[in-house]
T-cell receptor, first 115, second 110 residues
């Protein structure tokens, strides 16, 4: 199992450019989510999905779009990048019927800089 | 909106001594997590706490949960250099949403 994978690892964008951050998992997890991590603020939930075709907003969804066409993939789209979106982005996945030891598994992260 | 507060935010530990990190949260939840993050790395799961009075231990780390007080603690026994990292607590609400604390950056000195 590769677990949760994210591409790219690093990205530099200019203001106004668009891009897609990729996230994939091979654990057959129904639940997937995107977080951003900024210094001193912990992680904040952007969007999440409870299964293919179902997505919902988290705490900080503005400026980001998601879709979930398959169980494995959950891409995050920045439509028009802004400097405020400079951050480290983490994708995570977990099972929907959580057992006593279940947790969210995090990908390695994408470090995004918007100039 | 669920708020999660950790303190302290920075903790300088001396090797061999004991310390505690606190995690308070504002609304009821049925699940609390502790994660560790090394610089430039992803998050590693440490503990999942499900019920009031739950206590879990792994090596020098012990986590506990008091749902009535909405408080979880992460206790570090006899700190060693390898424990230097940032520790996050996260609280699950509305079934699928995780809210994180700001993190506690731990530095262990000789």
């Amino acid at each position: 199992n590769a677990g949760v994978t994210q591409t790219p690892k690093f990205q530099v964008l200019k203001t106004g450019q668009s891009m897609t951050l990729q996230c994939a998992q091979d654990m057959n997890h129904e639940y997937m989510s995107w977080y951003r991590q900024d210094p001193g603020m912990g992680l904040r939930l952007i969007h999440y999905s409870v299964g293919a075709g179902i997505t919902d907003q988290g705490e900080v969804p503005n400026g980001y779009n998601v879709s979930r066409s398959t169980t494995e993939d959950f891409p995050l789209r920045l439509l028009s990048a802004a400097p405020s979106q400079t951050s480290v982005y983490f994708c995570a996945s977990s099972r929907p019927n959580r057992g006593p030891t279940d947790t969210q598994y995090f990908g390695p992260g994408t470090r995004l800089t918007v100039l | 909106e669920l708020k999660v507060e950790q303190n302290p935010l920075f903790l300088s530990m001396q090797e061999g001594k004991n310390y505690t990190i606190y995690c308070n949260y504002s609304t009821t939840s049925d699940r609390l997590y502790w994660y560790r993050q090394d610089p430039g790395k992803s998050l590693e799961s440490l503990f999942v706490l499900l019920s009031n009075g739950a206590v879990k231990q792994e090596g020098r780390l012990m986590a506990s949960l008091d749902t009535k007080a909405r408080l979880s603690t992460l206790h570090i026994t006899a700190a060693v250099h390898d424990l230097s990292a940032t520790y996050f607590c996260a609280v699950l609400h509305n079934d699928y949403k995780l809210s994180f604390g700001a993190g506690t950056t731990v530095t262990v000195r000789a």
